[in-house]
């Protein structure tokens, strides 16, 4: 097996790799959620949730997708195969884009009450999701930088946990999560990086190197196979990224990652509210590099005009030329 994050072989030696561990057992005992949560930085699940549940939000998102081209509809649209985005240039993304988080199906995963049973178990009280979802279309070729959660979602309060949902199969060489064993208790970063507020200090990834990282903050990398139903919680304090999507089918993975805090605590504005701030500007949640040469589309957030549709700007090549 031959695993790639960012593009850098993952070390599968046992110290260095490993799998999840499912933390079925502690469903329905709080007080066990929270010490496991504590202790691992990160919970698992297997089938927490109904598959049917989860096959209807991604059938639901994904022929949003085919919408734009980003699906070759020569094969069943929920298989994923992905297209030439033909439509994607042309299309208003921040009405697509809000679309997609708002659909009834989707929010049935985010908000499905085993999902916020967990949340309420592991904050001890009534919790609320945040009102941004985060759907991720990763195509043949993406993956997704090494960070943590917190500096991105604390100007409310700091209690938060992430989870992780893949929305159909997922298998590792198609882009899973990987968390960093240990990496919630590096001091390292509750020295640095944690104290920093991703959008006032300008925060990039923290690296793109699995192998850099976990010598520097943790020790294993754990991830799974994952199928319609599991579920992946963590802290603000974890550190995780994922694996490139190497689909020999040219299979794009689609998960959902969403927040989750007390209903009693202050929230993010960036996250909550009518009309939350995201990261400002005139930017929307569109992920991954595409197949239209823009150069600025490492960035999970795209540059929109004023009727949503994306500024693109020169590829390298073409700005190259342009220089001489
Ligand atoms: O799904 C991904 O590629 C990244 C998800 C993530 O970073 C998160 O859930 O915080």
Redesign the pocket.
């Known amino acids: 097996m031959h695993l790639t994050a960012n593009g850098h072989p993952l070390d599968l030696s046992p110290e260095r790799y490993g799998e999840l561990e499912p933390m079925n057992h502690l469903l329905g005992d709080p007080a066990g959620l929270r010490e496991a949560m504590a202790e691992r930085g990160h919970l698992f699940f297997r089938t927490l949730l109904d598959p049917e549940t989860v096959l209807a939000a991604r059938h639901e998102i994904l022929l949003k997708y085919a919408v734009l081209g980003e699906i070759d509809d020569r094969y069943p649209i929920d298989e994923a195969i992905a297209g030439d985005g033909a439509g994607v240039a042309s299309a208003n993304l921040r009405a697509f884009s809000e679309s997609v988080r708002s659909g009834a199906r989707y929010r049935a995963v985010t908000d499905a009450p085993e999902v916020m049973d967990v949340h309420r178990g592991l904050l001890d009280g009534e919790v609320r999701s945040f009102d941004m979802r985060?759907p991720?279309f990763?195509r043949p070729g993406e993956?997704?930088g090494f960070?943590c959660?917190g500096p991105?979602m604390n100007r409310g309060t700091s209690r938060i946990f992430?989870?992780?949902i893949p929305l159909g199969r997922i298998e590792r060489s198609e882009?899973a999560?990987i968390v960093l064993e240990h990496s919630h208790r590096s001091d390292r970063l509750h020295n640095g990086y944690l104290r920093a507020d991703a959008d006032r200090d300008g925060l990039t990834w923290l690296d793109d190197d699995p192998v850099n990282v976990q010598n520097d903050y943790g020790r294993r990398w754990l991830t799974a196979d994952f199928q319609p139903g599991d579920a992946l919680f963590?802290g603000m304090h974890t550190l995780?990224?994922?694996l490139d999507n190497l689909s020999a089918t040219r299979r794009c993975?689609l998960?959902s990652?969403s927040r989750y805090q007390r209903v009693d605590e202050p929230a993010d504005p960036r996250w909550t509210g009518e009309h939350f701030e995201g990261h400002g500007g005139s930017r929307v949640f569109y992920?991954g590099l595409g197949s239209w040469q823009n150069e600025d589309f490492q960035d999970e957030w795209k540059d929109v005009d004023e009727h949503g549709r994306l500024r693109l700007r020169p590829a390298t090549g073409a700005s190259r030329n342009d220089d001489t």
Do not use: I, M
């Open positions: 985060w991720r990763v993956g997704c960070h959660d991105y992430s989870s992780w882009g999560l963590f995780h990224g994922a993975r998960s990652d992920p």
